[in-house]
Nanobody, 116 residues
Framework: QVQLVESGGGLVQAGGSLRLSCAVP?????????MSWFRQSPGKRRELVAQ???????TYAESVKGRFTISRDVAADTFYLQMNSLKPEDTAVYSC?????????WGQGTQVTVSS
């Protein structure tokens, strides 16, 4: 089973920054339709945080606009979520996903905790 590999989560104080990475197998990366970051915290529904497709610009949840940036590095087969000005309400498990030819591939999830 193909799985994406995430890294970069952790504990940070409010106002700080983190960058999440999602490494994607090349065959999936090169023909993907979209790359996305989701998050879920206890008792809440999973939320689409940011998405990048073949047609720019990227899209963002209203709650993270101006603070988070999604990007990709074609040479490294990796995409990222740069998170700045973090707030306690950003605390969640963040998961990356890639859609390719109608199939969704997921990472294992990484915990982001923002302390006040």
């Amino acid at each position: 089973q193909v799985q994406l590999v995430e890294s970069g989560g952790g504990l940070v104080q409010a106002g700080g920054s983190l960058r999440l990475s999602c490494a994607v197998p090349r065959i999936i990366f090169s023909n993907s339709q979209s790359m996305s970051w989701f998050r879920q915290s206890p008792g809440k529904r999973r939320e689409l945080v940011a998405q990048i497709t073949r047609d720019p610009p990227p899209t963002y949840a209203e709650s993270v606009k101006g603070r988070f940036t999604i990007s990709r590095d074609v040479a490294a087969d990796t995409f990222y979520l740069q998170m700045n000005s973090l707030k306690p309400e950003d605390t969640a498990v963040y998961s990356c996903t890639v859609q390719r030819l109608g199939v969704d591939y997921w990472g294992q999830g990484t915990q982001v905790t923002v302390s006040s």
